[in-house]
């Protein structure tokens, strides 16, 4: 007996909305759909932000490993190893705005990855500052289009009720490579027989990883709903019909100026580029934390079992965060409001303890640490509020090149150890900023959802949709072309 899929949590009921399509399915098809979907496409996505965060984290545990010593690295050249990386995915998202709306997505994802696992490789190559810095510029290059990608990717196979979860999902691989980069760490510089430097063998086997997953990326992971090798032809269209519930169009490859235009005017996704760099002032914890535990007097190895439970501590923030999204599906800023006062608080510990009180700066580090738990939801609003293939990426690219510019910069705050004052203190300040931008991106969406709701909506048929359907992906319009589009806040 056929019932109604649930109506989206995260999307007020339009004015006059008489489409119904989802009396084409019931609930157990649509279901038995999202379970392919999550153990095919989630595992894909899952692993490689594991490996893209494993290899960004790598180089903190490169630095008490020896990397500095054997470099000859300043404590300022080390801090423009981390930055360096960052200019390199900089320089990448003008280009990959393009490219990804242009090319099958996944595709073109597949083949960075492999590229990006082969350069990781080579940072157990270089002998000096040099050549170390021109390696991370070229791996920060071949990774910048994972991450506006997979938010893509996510807005594609997922309607607006899914988004929170599938994307904590997978930015919780952020924790779960701090946890297992510190035990692989601590396993490579327990064996003494090393004929290298146990931070060179770290890159190689990271790297090795990386490029097995990029070919298993590029092989199996599919465009989108038409290209799903897993799902039988009733699934493909069921899922189009799923998707459609959400107006959600696929994956056009084309490249709309008039889109551009649109999402230069809009003040929503300035609020989206304002996100990227104020979540990301903080990122320096993440690569300065070990160096921190380790000038307390911890030795390299303790170093690496103390800093683990960061990533658990992350992943706990995350997953509350999750959980109260759940709660309040509506107030998804609300949540992210909440979340920012942790990593403040853990930010503050570490300016004002002393240096004596070795367990307290311990903890205030794996506070101050829990950035992604925040950085998850701000995607999954990007992700839910941005329509158009054009505007999508450009959004998303928007997001990350912020990122970039956050991480350029905030390294060069954290040179003197061990307290790394001015960096802990520029954390605080951007804490602060990043909850009133949160305020104005909720603002800005109720607004834009009274003066919708205001105005007379067009009814579409059942009948209409269907032939739509059956027809292809629907017409590549942006949240602001399409009067049923409502806004997520």
């Given at each position: ?23 084409a399915y019931t609930k157990e098809e649509e279901k038995a759909v999202l379970r392919k979907i999550d153990s095919v496409i989630l595992p894909f996505m899952c692993f490689v932000f594991f490996l893209q965060y494993l290899d960004k984290q ?432």
């Amino acid at each position: 007996m056929d019932t109604k899929a649930p109506a989206s949590e995260n999307v007020p009921p339009t004015v006059g909305e008489t489409l119904q399509i989802s009396d084409a399915y019931t609930k157990e098809e649509e279901k038995a759909v999202l379970r392919k979907i999550d153990s095919v496409i989630l595992p894909f996505m899952c692993f490689v932000f594991f490996l893209q965060y494993l290899d960004k984290q790598s180089l903190s545990y490169a630095g008490v490993f020896g990397l500095m010593t054997d470099l000859n690295l300043t404590s300022s050249q080390y801090s423009w190893c981390s930055s360096i990386f960052y200019v390199g995915q900089l320089v990448a998202e003008y280009p990959f705005i393009y490219l990804m709306s242009r090319l099958p997505l996944t595709k073109f994802v597949g083949v960075t990855v492999i590229i990006w696992g082969t350069v990781c490789m080579c940072l157990a190559a270089p002998k000096g500052f040099a050549g170390f810095a021109a390696v991370r510029f070229l791996l920060g290059f071949s990774e910048g289009a994972v991450s506006p990608a997979f938010v893509t990717i996510t807005s594609i196979w997922y309607r607006k009720k899914d988004h929170t979860i599938r994307t904590a999902l997978w930015i919780s691989m952020n924790g779960v490579a701090q946890v297992i980069g510190c035990l692989l760490m601590y396993g490579i510089g327990k064996n003494t027989a090393l004929s290298i430097a146990p931070w060179r063998v770290l890159f190689l086997i990271c790297g090795a990883l990386t490029f097995a997953a990029g070919v298993g990326f590029f092989v199996f992971m599919p465009n989108g709903p038409n290209d799903a090798w897993f799902l039988t032809p009733r699934e493909k269209e069921l899922l189009l019909l799923r998707m459609a519930r959400n107006r959600e169009g696929g994956d056009h490859t084309s490249f709309s100026v008039a889109q551009l235009k649109e999402t230069i005017l809009d003040p929503k996704a300035w609020c989206v580029f304002g996100f990227g760099v104020l979540v990301t002032m903080q990122s320096p914890v993440l690569t300065f934390a070990s160096l921190v535990i380790e000038s307390i007097g911890y030795s390299k190895l303790d170093t690496m079992l103390y800093t683990a439970p960061s990533g658990a501590v992350q992943v706990v923030f995350l997953w509350i965060g999750t959980a109260l999204v759940a709660l309040v599906p509506r107030q998804r800023t609300l949540v992210i409001l909440v979340l920012i006062i942790p990593p403040m608080v853990g930010c503050i510990l570490l300016m004002k303890l002393d240096l004596s009180a070795e367990w307290g700066l311990i903890a205030a580090s794996w506070l101050a640490s829990c950035i992604t738990a925040s950085m998850s939801i701000i995607l999954s609003l990007s992700a839910s509020n941005v329509k158009g293939n054009t505007k999508r990426a450009i959004v998303n690219t928007l997001f990350f090149i912020g990122y970039c510019a956050g991480c350029i910069g905030s390294p060069q705050l954290w040179t003197h150890r061990p307290r790394y004052t001015e960096g802990v203190i520029t954390s605080i300040v951007t804490w602060c900023l990043l909850f009133l931008t949160v305020v104005v991106y909720r603002l800005l969406c109720m607004r834009d959802n009274r003066l919708r709701d205001a105005q007379p909506a067009e009814s579409v048929s059942e009948e209409d949709h269907k032939d739509q359907a059956d027809s292809g992906p629907t017409p590549d319009l942006t949240d602001k072309q399409d009067a049923e589009f409502r806004y997520s806040w």
